[in-house]
Every structure is written in structure tokens, then in C-alpha cells.
């Protein structure tokens, strides 16, 4: 095929996927209540289900270190067309997030007709595990990551003559970023395994830096938590759990 001839052929993936973001960015755009006070500012919220149950532990067992987000913060806007755009960037998160299934399925039908026999049976099942790791990693991070990143970042204090006035448009960002960044490191099996089918890396390999990525992964998770164990393994043990899970995976495809 010519290059023009592969462009016409994308052109109805590329017209449906479109339609698909759009109608989410729609639905996405008028449900602002729901979106904005009901999930964007739930992991900031004594009564997020995280902050919750680790709060009860506090009371329970007097543990002052897993308070999290005990206290209510108020967000400021400081430009004109912030809460718009705000408003925009986050119907278009939503939106995207939720239309990967179809978008995955779209690329796929795009690129089957290419492959060989082999390498459609090696790549069965792409759109379900992709959405699978991508929806885990996104509930991880909302649910896990977000309340204790805000909760060490929010209550962090380089120095008492300094006040906290929060930006609505930081904390946006903060939550939004945690939350992508999850998904895409829970992608991380699914990785691994085209990358051992194209003998980039292999399960020896993957052992051999076993205790690297263990300790950066404890550096990453001791940062963002709370000073105690219990958080900190809250945080890496999935993490690392994904590592073992990509090293299972390579030793299967290298045989």
C-alpha cells in the first residue's frame, strides 16, 4: 500500500475515535458537579474513603503518622478564565480516559490486517490487559497515590512564616498527574512483555537489576508518604509487585 492509501485507510479510525473523545468531552463538560466536587476534590477530603480508613487507625491505635488530610484546605483562583479553562482541560481528561478502550480497540483494528498469524496470536488480548492495567493503575493512583501525595505535599513546611494559599489550577494539576502517571506505570507488564518478544530485555536481565529497582522504588515511595511503615508499604508494594509481575512475564515469553 501507498502512503496515501494507509492515510484513507486510517481516516475512519481516526473519524470515529474523534466522536468518541467528543461525546465524552460533552458528557464530561455538563457533569462538572459530579466530576469536579464529587471526584477532583474527593482525595483532599476527610471523608475520601482512603483518608478515612487510615484516619480511624489513628484513632484506634493512636498512630499520629497515619493522619492523612484530617483537616479541610481552601483553594484560590488567581486568573480571569482560570475555573474555564480548568473546567476544559479537566471534561478533556475525563474524556480521554474514558474513551481508551475505544481508541485501543480502533488502533488495533488498524494495524491487524499487517500482521502475520503469529503476531496477532502474540498480541491477543492487547485491548483488554491495556485497559485492565491502565483502569488498575488509574484507581491506584486516585485512590492511593493522590490522597498521600497531597497530604505530604499540602502539609509540607519549609518555614512557619510561610502560608499555604493554594491554587485551584496546582491542585488540579497535582491530582491529575498522579493519577496518569499511575496508569502508565501499570502498564508496565505489558511493556515488559513486548519487550522480551522483541528480545530487548529478558527475565536474567530483569533479575540482575532486581535490587536496583527495589531501592528506587523505596525512594519514591518513602518521599511521598507519610513518615511510617505502614504508607510506605502501602505505596511500593504494588509498585513492586508489577516489577516481579513484568519479570514472571519475560521468563514466559523468552522460554
Known sequence: MSMWEHIEALRPHLVRSVCAVFVFFVLAFICKGFIVDGILMGPQSA???TNRLLNSFVERWGIEGLAVNATTYDFINTSVAG??????????????VLSVPWLLWEIWLYVRPALTLSERKACRGFVFWSCLCLGA??????YVMSPLALNFLLNYQLSPSFENMIDIGSYFSTVTSSVLACGGVFTLPLVIYFLARMGIVSATF????????????????????PPDVFSMTLVLLPLYLLYELGISIAKRVNG
Open 137 to 142: 493503575g488509574v484507581l491506584f493512583g486516585y
Open 83 to 96: 475555573q474555564f479553562n480548568m473546567h476544559m482541560r479537566l471534561a478533556l481528561i475525563v474524556a480521554l
Open 47 to 49: 471523608d475520601f474513603p
Open 206 to 225: 530483569l533479575r540482575r537489576y532486581r535490587k536496583h529497582a527495589f531501592f528506587v522504588l523505596a525512594c519514591f515511595s518513602a518521599i511521598i508518604t
